[in-house]
C-alpha cells in the first residue's frame, strides 16, 4: 500500500518547468572600415611571417624544444583580441601561443628573444616557445598541460569580478582539450557564479594527430556547455571580420553580467601539430585546399582589393612585415643568452 501511495504520488508530482535560456543573438560579420581591415590584415601577416621564420630558425637549431606554430588561424587571435581591451581583459591560451601574443600588440623581439632562449626574452628566456607570459599585458601564458589554462583563466576570471575591475578574460583552448574533464568543471563554475570569460575552442580538427570527428562523440563543440546552460557559438575561425563579430557579441553578453559564453572557430593548421610533427594523418590535397579555398589572410587581402587597395600598397606592406619579422630574428640571434645565475631565479618565492 505504501509503495502504491508513493507511486501515485510520484506519478502526480509536478515536473518543474525547464526555464527559457536567454542566448547572445546570432553574431554579425562585423562592418569594418578600410583602416580597420588593414590592421588586422597587417597584424594576420605579421603572424604568418613570424611563424614562418621561427620554423626556420628552428631547422637551424636556434629554437629547442617543442614549437607549435600558428600558421592559418591567425584570423581567430587577431578577430578576438582586437576586440578586446590591453591592460583591463586578460588572455590565457595553450603551447599554441606565439601568435596571440603577437595579436596584443607585444614586441615581436622579444617573442624571439625568447624562442630561443635569450635574456632579453619575454620569460628571461626561460619560457620558450610553450611558457611565455607577461603580467603586464595581462598575457597569462603559455601552457604546457593540455587543457590546463582552461580552469586557470576561470580563476583569472574570477579575480576580475571580485575585483570589479571591468576586465574579463579570454581563454583558448584547442579541440583536443575540449575533452578533459577540468574544463567541464570550470565551466560549472563559471555558469554557478556568472564569471566574464569568454571559453574559445580553437578547432583546427585534427588536435595532436586524430580528427575531430574520430575523437569525439559530440563534434559540434560549440555545444559543449550546454548542460551547464552556457550557450555557445559556431563562428568561421578563417574569416577575420566574422570572428571580430563573434567577438563583440560574446564580449556584450560577458560584460553584461550574464556569465560565460563558448566560441567554437572552426579554423585550420597548415602545419604539423608541432614542428617534430609529419602530419601523414591527412593529405596534401586536403591542406592544399584549404589554402586555396579559405586562407584568411587571402580572404582579407581580396576584401581590400575590393575596397580599392592596390596590390602595390599591399606587397609594400608585406615588405614591411619581412623587416620586422627579420630585425626580430637578428636580434634574437645577436642578443646574449641568460647568466648561469639566472637558473635559480622565479623558482621560490623566498630563501630558504
Known sequence: MARASTAKAAKGAATPATPNRERPPEPQRFEASKDQLLEFYRQMLLIRRFEERAGQLYGL???????????GQEAVAVGLQSALEPGKDSVITGYRDHGHMLAYGIDPKIIMAELTGRQAGISRGKGGSMHMFSTEHKFYGGHGIVGAQVPLGTGLAFTHKYRNDGGLCLAYFGDGAANQGQVYESFNMAELW??????VIENNQYAMGTSVNRSSAEDQLYRRGESFRIPGLQVDGMDVLAVRGAAETAREWVKAGKGPVLLELKTYRYRGHSMSDPAKYRSREEVQAVRDKSDPIEHAKRELEAMGLKEDALKEIDKEIRAIVAEAADYAESTPEPPEGELYTDVVVDTY
Not at 61 to 71: A, P, R
Open 61 to 71: 637549431g636556434l629554437i629547442g624544444g617543442f614549437c607549435h606554430l600558428y600558421i
Open 194 to 199: 556568472k564569471l566574464p570569460v569568454i571559453f
